[in-house]
């Protein structure tokens, strides 16, 4: 019989918008508000800093899917350029971080929701599940669809955050908390009010925020021309960069000092409300319930499509590995979207103290991801030159820059250790990777796979 394959159906449109929606996220929205707290307005130039790094990733990322036709993710370019053993880690480790980011996603809508309708908590969250899953089950243009119009919400809404805070600048509007200027982004104590220290550990908020630019290079299997719409979309990451989260933030820095926005609370609701729009409170949960959907939507996806990885090639239950008749993994969406469910128990157990282990786990796991992704880069240069000759997009100022972002995750792992909020998380995390290497040694004596790159399989 021949193997069931996934099916191109995500058009050039879809692929730019889920590019803009896995740059603006949570992490944002939510985020922003603690990350600003710490860093004081030094908070711009580390979004800078790693927005840059992560771009420098995607340029891998997207050099090394378009230099072989039959790569459907990242987790068969680890297996080619580092071994079976470090796919298989890195393949669970990046389904088990979107589990996780997506579980604090799926809570948030009932939460959410609660703003509208006195209903328990859980009830919009498993709604909100089963509306995802069943339209995923159709087609892989769901998604798309689905995607689009999240992100184009959230896109609008900075659009006219921008427009608003430039408007007011301009006209020197006076709001409770002062008159709108550009003085209130370093009048406060400077550009490093926190000093270093909190500079330093805004990091990890930042990190967050980008997680899920990297579906881009998880929907390249479904993806219609990936040779032209892949790296279109991955090309336009610096100025949505620029544009979404260095104007964002300097747009609320200017209407509210940074002394005035609570890590509580969103910082979103905080500006538009300052500038007095009456409805600002319901606008903005709406844009943050559909924020929190689309992140649950894009975890249902990739978490469903790395499952389906890993078992073509033998590294998952072969179960997760059949498409229905719409081509789409229903056994791998089913147990993804199963898991997720399971959100709202880790909301119950330790409500205060969940999203801050949640995204600093979801973070540590990005790296990991991100990082394999360089160093597989690097082993391609130095392996590859038949394949780099014919490449038509190459990543820039390779190898230098693949050890300098390295270097930049590894300090973002050190520094985490010295945050008592993030302490637990790091030292925690690396019982997961013991545990997928255990994994994969009873699986390997169970089907025999290689041990590592270039053994030959037993028998």
């Known amino acids: 019989m021949a193997q069931q394959e996934l099916k191109r159906e995500l058009e050039n449109r879809h692929v730019q918008l889920i590019a803009i929606g896995g740059t603006i996220g949570t992490g944002l929205f939510l985020g922003s508000g603690r990350a600003i707290q710490q860093a004081g307005p030094s908070i711009v130039l580390a979004y800078l800093i790693v927005g840059i790094a992560v771009f420098f990733v995607m340029r891998a990322l997207g050099e090394l899917l378009l230099s072989k036709a039959g790569y459907q993710s990242f987790t068969d370019i680890a297996e080619d350029y580092l071994g079976p053993r470090a796919a298989f880690v890195t393949g669970w480790t990046y389904w088990f971080c979107w589990i996780m980011t997506a579980m604090a996603d799926v809570i948030a809508v009932g939460v959410y929701v609660r703003y509208w309708f006195a209903i328990p908590q859980w009830v919009p969250a498993i709604v909100c599940l089963v509306i995802l899953l069943a339209l995923n089950l159709l087609t892989v243009k769901n998604f798309g669809e689905l995607e689009f119009w999240f992100a184009l919400i959230k896109v609008v809404t900075i659009l006219a955050l921008i427009a608003i805070g430039a408007v007011l600048l301009v006209i020197g509007f006076h709001t409770d908390a002062g008159k709108v200027t550009l003085t209130n982004i370093w009048g406060h104590g400077g550009l490093f009010p926190n000093g270093v220290t909190g500079f330093l550990l805004s990091f990890q908020m930042v990190v967050f925020a980008f997680v899920g630019v990297e579906l881009v290079g998880v929907s390249a299997a479904e993806t219609a021309n990936p040779e032209k719409n892949i790296p279109s ?11 979404f989260y260095v104007g964002a933030i300097l747009a609320l820095l200017c209407i509210n000092p940074w002394t005035e926005l609570s890590p509580a609370e969103s910082p979103f609701v905080k500006t538009f409300t300052l500038v007095g729009i009456p409805i600002a409170a319901g606008i903005i949960n709406f844009v943050v319930l559909t924020s929190a959907a689309s992140a649950c939507n894009s975890g249902m996806f990739s978490t469903s499509r790395i499952l389906y990885n890993l078992s073509r090639n033998d590294q998952a239950p072969v179960a997760f590995g059949k498409l229905n008749r719409n081509h789409v ?15 709202a128990l880790l909301s119950k157990l330790i409500p205060g103290q969940a999203f801050g282990i949640v995204t600093t786990i979801s973070a540590i796991c990005f790296i990991w991801v991100w990082g394999i992704v360089l160093v597989c880069h690097i082993r391609y240069k130095r392996t590859n030159p038949q394949l780099q000759a014919k490449s038509t997009f190459k990543a820039p100022l390779t190898p230098f820059v693949n050890y300098a972002v390295l270097a930049l995750f590894a300090g973002i792992l050190a520094i985490m250790l010295f945050a008592s909020e993030t302490r637990p998380a790091l030292l925690l995390t690396p019982l997961w990777f013991v545990l997928l290497y255990a994994l994969y040694a009873v699986r390997r004596r169970k089907v025999r796979l290689p041990l590592s790159e270039g053994a030959v399989q037993e028998g």
């Open 233 to 243: 979309a991955i090309n336009k990451i610096p100025l949505r960069i620029l544009f």
């Open 329 to 343: 993994p229903r056994n791998a969406l089913a147990v993804s979207t199963l898991v997720l469910s399971g959100g």
